[in-house]
């Protein structure tokens, strides 16, 4: 039987806005309150998923969240109308407001962990929604997530959906953007690595002393429990706490993996070498053969990954067993950066070819290509399974984009978040999203 590696990138909100709320990414908070677009900022990602879908890679899409999201503002003591309540925000708590709007959902590397079915115990493909504890504008998304995933992967005889963690501090888990797998065929048992920033009971574990550590060790053990996660088939790994505090909040500003590659910087873990070592064993027991690309601090400095998003890349499989990286534009117009990509490509090793594309929007609020995609590994019966409607193709791409054409602005300040005509807008919008893409009622404005 066939297996695949479908990319579901995340479709940016109407709502795209620079709201620096991410402390610890550094993109985010130099950008704070410009003005941005989500018209553009959305077809940029159209774009690359319609890109990735003619070069014969299979693609799906992930809608976005409500926003501004009003419950969560009665929640914090807002209350009259709809109307009232942002106006009431706007006025009194213009932070909290615009934490309410935040597109970053958009992000769906971080929108759950996903093991394929030859990894678990009972055969079926797991997700488990991150509860995105570091953060309140993150916080927010997962019972939405949750929902719009359950409404995806809806087969209950191949697909297990598992409720966010607690939320605590001692849990915080931010998904696949902490978590790779390693595989000789995407259909076959493979070893999934979890890295985590801290422990939260274990004081053995250096933690950062600048910036937060978002994933705890405790949480990746949790999902490879809810998992049914083979010890034999699981590697844990540190990030170096001396690069978050550089700004790289997430492993996957730092490394990235696919099939049996891993392709990260020198500083990226602690104990790199003993971390390699049981990757290569693990998967050496499943059939694979481990292979590592390092890239030294001497060509490319954690600062230079930082803002070009170089590792924040999709490494993808071509049909003759090479690999093929998507990177931002901003990878070309750092210097190092690009020399380093020229070699690399210029060698004979297994990554053969850099593409890349524009995506300026999402870049300029600290999200690559890779933060842009949940990666979920199917067989030919699961990708049968799932929700036709969310399966891009040629006509699906053309709807999206006249959707968005259809309801997007093109300019987003912080004013314009004060406006309770945007709250009308959204509604409008994912409302007929729902009905392209066929997942019924998911949101909160059409369930209550």
Same mark, same amino acid.
């Given at each position: 039987m066939k297996s695949y590696e479908v990319n579901f990138d995340g479709l940016v909100g109407p709502?795209?806005?620079?709201?620096? @709320?991410?402390?610890?990414?550094?993109?985010?908070?130099?950008?704070?309150?410009?003005?941005?677009?989500?018209?553009?900022?959305?077809?940029?990602?159209?774009?690359?998923?319609?890109?990735?879908?003619d070069m014969g890679f299979q693609q799906g899409v992930l809608a976005p969240q409500e926003r501004p999201d009003v419950a969560a503002l009665r929640r914090l003591g807002f209350a009259g109308t709809d109307a009232q309540v942002i106006q009431q925000a706007a006025k009194e708590a213009m932070p909290l407001l615009v934490a309410s709007c935040s597109a970053s959902s958009m992000?769906?590397?971080?929108?759950?962990?996903?093991?394929?079915?030859?990894?678990?115990?009972?055969?079926?493909?797991?997700?488990?929604?991150?509860n995105l504890n570091c953060k309140y504008h993150r916080s927010i998304e997962h019972p939405t997530t949750s929902r719009v995933l359950g409404a995806m992967f809806a087969n209950p005889q191949h697909f297990a959906h598992h409720a966010a963690l607690p939320a605590v501090a001692q849990f915080g888990d931010e998904g696949a953007a902490n978590h790779t797998r390693f595989c000789r065929a995407y259909g076959e048992a493979g070893v999934e690595f979890f890295v985590f920033g801290r422990s939260a009971f274990d004081t053995r574990y250096p933690a950062p002393q600048k910036y937060p550590a978002r994933q705890t060790l405790e949480a990746s053990q949790a999902v490879a429990r809810l998992h049914g996660l083979r010890e034999e088939g699981v590697v844990y790994a540190q990030q170096n706490p001396s690069v978050i505090d550089q700004g790289v909040f997430h492993n996957d500003v730092i490394a990235v993996g696919n099939g049996e590659v891993l392709f990260y910087h020198e500083d990226a873990f602690l104990e790199t070498d003993k971390m390699l070592a049981e990757l290569s064993s693990?998967?050496?027991?499943?059939?694979?053969?481990?292979?590592? !690309?390092?890239?030294?601090?001497?060509?490319?400095?954690?600062?230079?990954?930082? =803002?070009?998003?170089?590792?924040?890349?999709? @490494?993808?499989?071509?049909? #003759?067993?090479?690999?093929?990286?998507? !990177?931002?534009?901003?990878?070309?117009?750092?210097?190092?950066?690009?020399?380093?990509?020229?070699?690399?490509?210029?060698?004979?090793? !297994?990554?053969?070819?850099?593409?890349?594309?524009?995506?300026?929007?999402?870049?300029?609020?600290?999200?690559?290509?890779?933060?842009?995609?949940?990666?979920?590994? @199917?067989?030919?019966?699961?990708?049968? &399974?799932?929700?036709?409607?969310?399966?891009?193709?040629?006509?699906?791409?053309?709807?999206?984009?006249?959707?968005?054409? =259809?309801?997007?602005? #093109? =300019?987003?300040?912080?004013?314009?978040?004060? #406006?309770?005509?945007?709250?009308?807008?959204?509604?409008?919008?994912? #409302?007929?999203?729902?009905?392209?893409?066929?997942?019924? &009622?998911?949101?909160?404005?059409?369930?209550?």
């Open positions: 709502t795209h806005n620079y709201g620096g @709320l991410s402390y610890g990414n550094v993109a985010s908070q130099s950008n704070s309150q410009q003005s941005s677009n989500p018209k553009e900022a959305a077809l940029q990602g159209l774009a690359k998923m319609k890109a990735l879908m992000w769906v590397a971080n929108a759950a962990t996903v093991s394929p079915s030859a990894d678990t115990a009972d055969g079926r493909v797991h997700f488990t929604a991150a693990k998967l050496a027991k499943v059939g694979g053969k481990f292979q590592s !690309v390092c890239v030294p601090r001497s060509a490319v400095t954690v600062d230079d990954a930082v =803002r070009s998003y170089l590792f924040n890349s999709q @490494l993808l499989s071509r049909p #003759d067993g090479s690999m093929l990286l998507i !990177v931002p534009e901003e990878c070309r117009s750092n210097e190092r950066v690009w020399q380093y990509l020229q070699g690399l490509t210029g060698t004979g090793g !297994v990554i053969r070819e850099v593409k890349v594309f524009d995506l300026k929007q999402s870049m300029q609020n600290g999200g690559g290509p890779a933060c842009l995609r949940l990666r979920v590994a @199917l067989n030919e019966t699961e990708l049968a &399974a799932v929700n036709p409607g969310v399966i891009m193709t040629a006509p699906l791409y053309d709807s999206l984009t006249q959707w968005v054409e =259809r309801h997007y602005r #093109d =300019r987003m300040t912080e004013n314009d978040l004060a #406006d309770p005509q945007l709250l009308l807008e959204c509604r409008a919008a994912l #409302d007929e999203l729902t009905q392209i893409l066929k997942l019924g &009622a998911v949101y909160p404005f059409q369930i209550n």
